[in-house]
């Protein structure tokens, strides 16, 4: 039964972290496109990037936590080799995500404080931000392929 329980909460884990993931690109990405086609809304964007910033903290940071810890468990209970061309990939890959991951909650920290800022000050949001946006924007495509990757290993197993 412990195995059943550590399967399903890694699979609960890992569908936390995509979706946050995802949602929270959809979201962020649209306020920013909103803003930049209609000219400002700097207190919409910093309100968004600001929950966006949250749920990476709530959500993506534990989820990312967790991953490596019940998959390593779950491999060691099934009895697959930590070594497993397919493990091995993932491991990659997730290293990959996190290492996309690391510099975008910098970035997203940044952009809500200039957003916050622009807000106060009743101004558009400066042209750094719509620079590190482009940045932020760039860093999730990899980030995204590589856990789309991740989820197909998972289920394939390949040899």
Known sequence: MDYLIAKWLHILSS??????????????????????REGGQAAAVAMVVGHVVQADWLFTTTTIVFQPLSGWYLA???????????????YVLYV???ACWLPVVWIQLRMRDMA??????GTPLPSHFWRLFTIWFALGIPAFLALVVVFWLMVARPS
């Open 96 to 98: 990959l995500a996190g």
């Open 116 to 121: 916050r800022e622009a807000a106060t000050a």
């Open 15 to 36: 569908t936390v972290l995509f979706g946050t993931g995802i949602g929270s690109a959809y979201y962020m990405l649209r306020a920013c496109l909103t803003a930049r």
């Open 76 to 90: 060691r209970e099934v009895g697959y080799p930590l070594t497993a061309p397919w493990l091995l990939w993932s």
